[in-house]
């Protein structure tokens, strides 16, 4: 977990300095991985997040609970004033990897740390699979339905 003190220089907050009241914040790696894990859907040519096993389980988990589960197939190291981020990707087939690569980073950076103030040191993305049009297994689709049946 992050954790700052609102009264350094490295304050995120409002510090007693600014006539504020001092204290500090702590960041859990859950946030970190939540925020890394909304800005990856937000890019395009991402299919989903996860290998099969774990949207599997997250499929169950998303039914159960209702809502689907933001951090899933994204695992982050919190320190004190630093994070590295671990992506595990499936992308859409005829997507640019490098290019896509590139604006994950960019949108994960730059989300990470506006709403964090960390700063992100790393961000390592592993591209498990492409994602065929047509080839929807049930259940692992994120809830799109198939063409062919209403």
Do not use: F
């Not at 609102?6 to 939540?34: F, H, L, M, R």
């Not at 989903?48 to 169950?60: E, F, K, N, P, Q």
């Not at 700063?119 to 809830?143: A, M, Q």
Request: charge should be negative.
């Amino acid at each position: 977990m992050a954790s700052t003190d609102t009264s350094g220089s490295t304050s995120t907050g409002t510090s007693a300095k600014n006539g504020g009241p001092g204290g500090t914040t702590t960041i859990a790696d859950n946030v970190v991985a939540t925020i890394a894990g909304i800005a990856v859907r937000e890019s395009d040519g991402i299919y989903a997040l996860g290998g099969s096993a774990s949207r599997a389980l997250g499929s169950v988990r998303d039914r159960m609970s209702k809502a689907p589960d933001p951090s899933r197939g994204v695992k982050v190291e919190v320190g004190e004033t630093q994070t590295a981020v671990d992506l595990d990707v499936i992308v859409e087939y005829g997507e640019p990897i490098a290019e896509d690569a590139k604006d994950i980073r960019t949108r994960v950076t730059d989300a990470v740390e506006t709403m964090t103030g960390l700063e992100v040191v790393e961000i390592n993305i592993n591209v498990l699979d492409v994602h065929l049009p047509g080839s929807d297994d049930e259940g692992e689709d994120g809830g799109r339905r198939s063409d062919r049946v209403q």
